[in-house]
């Protein structure tokens, strides 16, 4: 059983920044990679940034020079560093994990957190 909890959403002016955190917790052996997505009303869920457990990151054109996504291993936690919002960046964002657990190592499962609402507006 493995749980993602998101945190740091709020509502932020255009040009201003937030941190989203997010903490998986349960019977982890290791977990491959964690991930922010969001999505906004009237479109599909799509992906802001990624990173797999040996370092490597994929971001979103849109948020290519405005995001940072890093793991802190010890905690099980992603974060992600957004700057210079803009209002199209209004979503709800969700943490998504690929884990091995323990009782199952050889097989990885994708989980999702219930999402954190960002919203950019003056």
């Known amino acids: 059983q493995v749980q993602l909890v998101e945190s740091g959403g709020g509502l932020v002016q255009p040009g201003g920044s937030l941190r989203l955190s997010c903490v998986a917790s349960g019977s982890i052996f290791s977990i491959a990679a964690m991930a922010w997505y969001r999505q906004a009303p009237g479109k599909e869920r799509e992906l802001v940034a990624a990173?797999?457990?040996?370092?490597?990151?994929h971001y979103a054109d849109s948020m290519l020079d405005r995001t940072t996504i890093s793991r802190d291993y010890a905690t099980n936690t992603v974060y992600l560093q957004m700057f210079r919002l803009k209002p199209e960046d209004t979503a709800v964002y969700y943490c998504?994990?690929?884990?091995?657990?323990?009782?199952?190592?050889?097989?990885?499962?994708?989980?999702w957190g219930q999402g954190t609402q960002v919203t950019v507006s003056s």
């Open positions: 990173m797999a457990s040996g370092g490597g990151t």
């Open positions: 998504n994990a690929n884990v091995r657990t323990y009782e199952n190592r050889r097989m990885s499962r994708e989980f």
